[in-house]
T-cell receptor, first 114, second 108 residues
Framework: DAGVIQSPRHEVTEMGQEVTLRCKPI?????LFWYRQTMMRGLELLIY????????DSGMPEDRFSAKMPNASFSTLKIQPSEPRDSAVYFC????????????FGEGSWLTVV | GQNIDQPTEMTATEGAIVQINCTYQ??????LFWYQQHAGEAPTFLSY????GLEEKGRFSSFLSRSKGYSYLLLKELQMKDSASYLC?????????FGQGTTLQVKP
């Protein structure tokens, strides 16, 4: 079975540009999570969805960040405008709430904003 | 609020046993997870405890005491490939919240 798929794997962009990160959860999973990882702050939960509905976005840093999940197999995390401090690894993860609590991570999107 | 504490770094010798501790304070509790993360890679699931006691899976074991807000991950017969970051995480109100991670270095 395919795991969580994220794109792009690596992105370098200039400050002020819009960044869109994409995620395809594991088929059949009904919860999706977006995390950000930096050396300073570790792995932080940004937002999570249940059945495509955003449940908790309290971890989203500011209005420049937005996330959507238009259907069960696709989600986006958008940063507009991007800033150098947004440089981090962004992980998408998913789980099937009806089959336990284990969350599975994608390979991550490595973002550098210059 | 949520608070998860674990040591920042640990060093151990190949073939030895190492115990990584984790203490937590959360407003709700639906289980404690341990993940392994090698440098430049995604976190991968190691273990899950929701009831008190020890869960054993090969060379890895994880223990939970809910009354003490305490867990540990025990790694036996250490191998060089076990050098990685080990993340303690608590499931609370549908969210999986991670500690800062413990970087384990295994030396020959």
């Amino acid at each position: 079975d395919a795991g969580v798929i994220q794109s792009p794997r690596h992105e370098v962009t200039e400050m002020g540009q819009e960044v869109t990160l994409r995620c395809k959860p594991i088929s059949g999973h009904n919860s999706l999570f977006w995390y950000r990882q930096t050396m300073m702050r570790g792995l932080e939960l940004l937002i999570y969805f249940n059945n495509n509905v955003p449940i908790d976005d309290s971890g989203m840093p500011e209005d420049r960040f937005s996330a959507k999940m238009p259907n069960a197999s696709f989600s986006t995390l958008k940063i507009q405008p991007s800033e150098p401090r947004d440089s981090a690894v962004y992980f998408c993860a998913s789980r099937n709430r009806d089959r336990g609590n284990t969350i599975y991570f994608g390979e991550g999107s490595w973002l550098t904003v210059v | 609020g949520q608070n998860i504490d674990q040591p920042t770094e640990m060093t151990a010798t190949e073939g030895a046993i190492v115990q990584i501790n984790c203490t937590y304070q959360t407003s709700g509790f639906n289980g404690l997870f341990w993940y392994q993360q090698h440098a430049g890679e995604a976190p991968t699931f190691l273990s899950y405890n929701v009831l008190d006691g020890l869960e054993e899976k090969g060379r890895f074991s994880s223990f939970l005491s809910r009354s003490k807000g305490y867990s540990y991950l025990l790694l036996k017969e250490l191998q060089m490939k076990d050098s990685a970051s080990y993340l303690c995480a608590v499931m609370s109100t549908g969210k999986l919240i991670f500690g800062q991670g413990t970087t384990l270095q295994v030396k020959p």
